[in-house]
């Protein structure tokens, strides 16, 4: 049995910066894999322990950032067999719909029982590539999965928690699986995973190779701009001796009402 | 165009509804509900519907999410372009994702501002773990929007408003997901987000003993404690639902109460919605005094224990 994990590279948040103007510097930041992403591939790696039949594929669609060795190792050091990029100059720009449409064609080459894919990604959150790489391959897909039950030769079974309520539910092969951070913690690879990573098969694809004409987006991203910082009243009191702990403690009375 | 012609609105949760009802009415000119019995098309008349249709009944092995070909068949049908708004849940996010689909259709899920614009819509959603908000525009003839709550007023019921709903034939669609079981969910032990006061730990305090004295002050408030991202990813002094960020959790307590937390922005995005800010940092230079309501310049350790005792007074 053939599983897709899906993973997108992200800029690392914490050294994000907001410029003056509010918009985002994201120069000082470092490429890694979308937190969500690494649910995807542990749940992959987690199905392989119960079936040593299984061969993993991770695959990810974007710049150019995804030609660097040390990202490429990194992902595969998390325990899939092979990796399939689909890289070229822009597509770390891309919106969901033309992800989606980019990794159905990679899939469709590569061939696939089991698709799995993190919720969103933690830069955009858009929260539909999944979902839509099930629909572009015509294949049955679903959202919130927190957790997988079983899995056949031709049925996945897996329980998704909605905001009140946690089903369980059962989806033909070959599916698309979009997990929750709940599902699994994704373990740090070990050094012997890390040194077998550089071992491992990879595969580098345009979206030439693919056969995909240009895939116009139904959406355009505007602006992404931090938001205004509310009003703070700011009044600062210096020093720890008993006055001015007495004043911030009346203030604090206040406020718990 | 001031509006879209048409809106459609659906919503799996029935408290959505009147919301969903007062943002289509806002931004269409025709209102069209798909509901789910009679109950739910009475209300949405009620609340303006201008058109309803039924789903009837669902079976219990079905989900919501398989109703998308019934949707897209009625939504075509009607007009070649037009609005269809959700409430941001899993449930209608995954149905989002298969009507714009289908519909080849532009999807924006969990908008927080909806406009429209030279005939478009434009919505706002959340970003880099709420560090910015993308405005997105959705370019196609049929627009799809999943709708976070708290954004639009909520249209009023007119109990003089009646009408009767449409039934809708189940399209059923080529690859059933089906539905083995539901259960209602068990709630999480913490709750941050429901805290009305929350006080936060943050490397300050300087080690994990020392979280006591948060401890004290925070049972003499009657808060809950919250820590940020040092605290509980590199020290594991405490756990990760408790830890307030851009990779944890955002909350809105009316108080939120920061002791040793410098208030870099990844940890003020999950903080910037308390409605006060209250600051305890021995650096007077520290971040987190811009962005405070009140602060205190000191040692935490003769700070805190002193106003756990002011407060027990």
New interface residues.
């Given amino acids: 049995m053939k599983i897709i994990a899906c993973y997108k590279l992200i800029?690392e948040?914490?050294d994000?910066?907001?410029n003056s103007d509010?918009t985002?510097n994201l120069n000082k930041t470092d490429a890694k894999i979308s937190?969500f992403d690494l649910n995807a591939i542990e749940a992959a790696c987690a199905l392989k322990q119960q079936n040593s039949d299984i061969h993993i594929v991770a695959m990810s669609s974007g710049g150019e950032a995804l030609a660097n060795p040390k990202g490429r190792k990194d992902v595969l050091s998390r325990g899939p067999d092979e990796l399939i990029v689909v890289s070229e100059p822009g597509l770390e720009n891309a919106l969901?719909?033309q992800t989606a449409a980019i990794l159905a064609a990679a899939a469709q080459k590569s061939g696939f029982d089991l698709i799995l894919c993190g919720d969103g990604s933690?830069?955009?959150?858009?929260?539909?590539v999944g979902?839509?790489l099930g629909?572009?391959l015509?294949?049955?897909?679903?959202?919130?999965v927190s957790r997988i039950i079983s899995l056949s030769d031709t049925q996945i079974?897996v329980e998704?928690?909605?905001?009140?309520?946690?089903?369980?539910?059962?989806?033909?092969l070959p599916?698309v699986v979009a997990v929750s951070t709940d599902i699994n913690a994704p373990q740090i690879p070990s050094m012997k995973a890390i040194l077998g990573a550089a071992k491992k098969p990879v595969q580098a694809w345009q979206s030439a190779d693919l056969g995909l004409g240009d895939v116009s987006?139904?959406?355009?991203?505007?602006?992404?701009?931090?938001?205004q910082?509310?009003a703070?009243?700011?009044?600062?009191?210096?020093?720890?001796g008993?006055e001015?702990?007495?004043e911030?403690?009346e203030?604090?009375?206040k406020?718990?009402g | 165009m001031s509006k879209f012609s048409t809106v459609w609105v659906f919503s799996d949760?029935a408290s959505r509804l009147p919301e969903l009802m007062g943002a289509a009415r806002q931004l269409g000119e025709d209102v069209r509900v798909i509901v789910q019995g009679n109950e739910q098309s009475a209300q949405a008349f009620r609340l303006g519907a201008d058109a309803a249709y039924d789903l009837g009944s669902i079976p219990a092995d079905r989900?919501i999410?398989d109703y998308a070909d019934t949707l897209v068949q009625t939504i075509k049908n009607h007009a070649p372009n037009a609005l269809v708004l959700l409430p941001a849940?899993?449930?209608c996010?995954?149905l989002?994702?298969?009507l714009?689909?289908?519909l080849?259709?532009?999807?924006?899920?969990?908008a927080n501002e909806l406009v429209l614009q030279d005939g478009h819509i434009?919505a706002t959603?959340?970003?880099?773990?709420g560090?910015?908000?993308?405005?997105?525009?959705?370019?196609?003839p049929y627009a799809v929007t999943t709708l976070n709550s708290g954004v639009f007023e909520v249209a009023q019921e007119d109990s003089a408003r009646t009408g009767s709903a449409t039934s809708l034939e189940f399209v059923a669609p080529?690859?059933?997901?089906?539905?083995?079981?539901?259960?209602?969910?068990q709630s999480n032990s913490v709750d941050l987000g429901k805290a009305r006061?929350v006080v936060s730990v943050g490397r300050g305090i300087g080690n994990q003993a020392n979280i006591s004295i948060a401890e004290a002050l925070s049972n003499a408030?009657?808060a809950e404690l919250g820590c940020s991202r040092p605290v509980a990813e590199n020290e594991k002094w405490m756990d990760r639902e408790r830890y307030v960020g851009?990779?944890g959790i955002m909350i809105k307590p009316?108080?939120y109460?920061a002791l040793g937390i410098s208030g870099q922005?990844?940890h003020m995005v999950g903080a910037?919605g308390a409605q006060?800010?209250?600051a305890?940092n021995k650096d007077?230079n520290a971040p987190i005094?811009?962005?405070?309501?009140?602060?205190?310049?000191?040692?935490l350790m003769?700070?805190v224990p002193?106003?756990t005792e002011?407060?027990k007074r």
Avoid: W
Wanted: charged share 20%.
């Fill in positions: 800029p948040e914490q994000i910066t907001v509010g985002l937190q969901p719909h933690a830069d955009l959150y858009a929260q539909q979902l839509l629909e572009a015509g294949v049955s897909a679903i959202n919130g079974q998704r928690t909605l905001e009140d309520e946690v089903e369980t539910l059962t989806l033909n599916a987006g139904y959406t355009t991203l505007l602006s992404v701009l931090a938001p910082q509310k703070r009243a700011r009044v600062i009191i210096e020093g720890d008993e001015q702990i007495a911030f403690a203030h604090l009375r406020v718990i | 949760a989900i999410e849940t899993r449930r996010k995954a989002a994702a298969r714009g689909a289908r080849t259709a532009g999807v924006v899920n969990d434009v959603h959340m970003v880099y773990g560090l910015a908000f993308g405005k997105e525009q959705i370019t196609t080529k690859n059933p997901i089906i539905c083995v079981s539901r259960k209602v969910k006061l408030m009657g851009i990779s009316e108080l109460l922005i990844q910037n006060i800010i209250m305890i007077k005094f811009q962005y405070a309501d009140y602060g205190l310049v000191g040692d003769k700070i002193a106003l002011a407060l």
